[in-house]
């Protein structure tokens, strides 16, 4: 793996030298656009909106548009913006990992110690799994800010982006039935059901299925043939009581 960022943990006054390798890998299929005449590559082009031709990519500068004018940024505006931040993770507090909001959750990172900050490493990956403590930091990359939080994960400090509180949009809009009486024999069965489908969360039992069947669809496709397809059959309701619905999940689920 090649690493994508290399600074340092900040843990009080002990500065942990790291490097950051991307811990996740896209599971979709690489589908290229395609011109349907011929089976071309679609290619984009930069083009300058006043000449249209096309614009180099050396020649590419970032801007903000600040009272109708471009305010032209270069990469020392960057580093000058914060410059400590571009090179740290420094933790400034130690929170319950399950007070962070699963909304909250973004991109995660391994974190690889560098030779002189194995020790100070290993002291915090221990310190982490023995408090059951989450740090919570910030740190520069790609010239963004990010809110992160460190954990261990199989005897790796992980470093996991996560969202601003702004990022997360209000659900006030969101219309939802509040005013809508659930007596207690309804949902009595309803966590029944739910206990019945309860089990330890183990990801290696989920697969990208979708992934899987469009790859056969394409290997057939290439030997000039098609798959047979399982139609999605939809399930029956004998009765519109959703107490009754709920009576029959979970005696369906017994059978199983």
Request: glycine share 4%; net charge positive.
């Amino acid at each position: 793996m090649k690493s994508i960022w290399k600074g340092s943990i900040g843990f009080g006054l002990v500065n942990i030298p790291i490097k950051l390798y991307s811990a996740v890998q896209e599971s979709a299929l690489g589908l290229d656009m395609l011109d349907s005449r011929d089976h071309s590559r679609i290619r984009y082009q930069r083009i300058n909106e006043k000449t249209r031709k096309e614009v180099p990519y050396e020649k590419i500068v970032k801007g903000y548009l600040l009272n109708d004018t471009y305010v032209i940024l270069e990469d020392k505006d960057y580093e000058d913006a914060s410059p400590e931040k571009n090179k740290t993770i420094e933790i400034e507090s130690f929170v319950n990992g399950n007070e962070v909001n699963p909304m909250y959750y973004d991109t995660s990172y391994y974190a690889e110690p560098e030779t002189q900050g194995r020790k100070a490493y290993a002291l915090l990956l221990k310190a982490l799994e023995k408090s059951n403590k989450t740090g919570l930091a910030r740190f520069v990359l790609r010239n963004t800010e990010h809110l992160c939080v460190i954990h261990p994960r199989n005897n790796v400090i992980v470093i996991t982006k996560i969202r601003f509180a702004e990022e997360i949009r209000s659900s006030e809009e969101i219309l939802t039935p509040t005013d809508i009486d659930i007596n207690k024999k309804e949902l009595d069965v309803a966590l029944a059901l739910i206990n019945q489908y309860s089990a330890r969360f183990e990801i290696e039992k989920f697969k990208d299925e979708y992934h899987y069947q469009l790859m056969k669809i394409i290997e057939a496709k290439a030997k000039g043939k098609r798959p047979t397809i399982k139609k999605l059959t939809p399930h029956k309701v004998s009765s519109d009581d959703l107490y009754h619905q709920l009576m029959q999940s979970l005696n369906s689920r017994k059978g199983a």
